[in-house]
C-alpha cells in the first residue's frame, strides 16, 4: 500500500490538542501560519485502499473561525489539505505508540 507522506506538521509548533470541557471531543488549534488560532476537531476519519493506495476521508467542524468566514474554509484546498496533514500525522504518531501486533495461524503443540 503506498501512502503519500504529507507535509510533516509537529505538535506542539504547528498544532496544539485541546480537551473541550464536558466533551469527550478533542480539538485541535493550528499555532502557524495562515490559518493560526483556527481551532477544530474532526468529526470522523477513516482510511480505505483504492487500487493499491491509502485515501484518508475525513469531517472536521471548525469550532473558533478567526478571521475566516466558514464557507471560505469549507472551500480553501490549502486548509483541507493542512487539516489532512494534521489528522496523517496524528495517525501515524498513534501507530507508532501501538505495539506491533502479529497473528499466528500456527497450531500449538499443547
Do not use: C
Not at 466558514?70 to 493542512?82: C, I, P, Q
Not at 498513534?94 to 502479529?102: N, V
Request: net charge negative.
Amino acid at each position: 500500500m503506498f501512502w503519500k507522506k504529507p507535509k510533516k506538521f509537529k505538535e506542539g509548533v504547528d498544532f496544539k490538542l485541546h480537551d473541550f470541557e464536558d466533551t469527550d471531543l478533542t480539538g485541535i488549534e493550528i499555532l502557524r501560519g495562515d490559518y493560526a488560532g483556527v481551532v477544530y476537531y474532526y468529526t470522523y476519519a477513516s482510511v480505505t485502499e483504492e487500487l493499491n493506495m491509502a485515501k484518508l476521508k475525513f469531517g472536521y467542524h471548525v469550532v473558533n473561525l478567526m478571521k475566516y468566514d466558514k464557507d471560505a474554509l469549507t472551500e480553501d484546498a490549502t486548509f483541507v489539505t493542512m487539516l489532512g496533514d494534521i489528522l496523517t500525522e496524528l495517525i501515524l504518531t498513534e501507530k507508532q505508540i501501538e505495539p506491533t501486533r502479529t497473528l499466528y495461524s500456527e497450531e500449538s503443540d499443547i
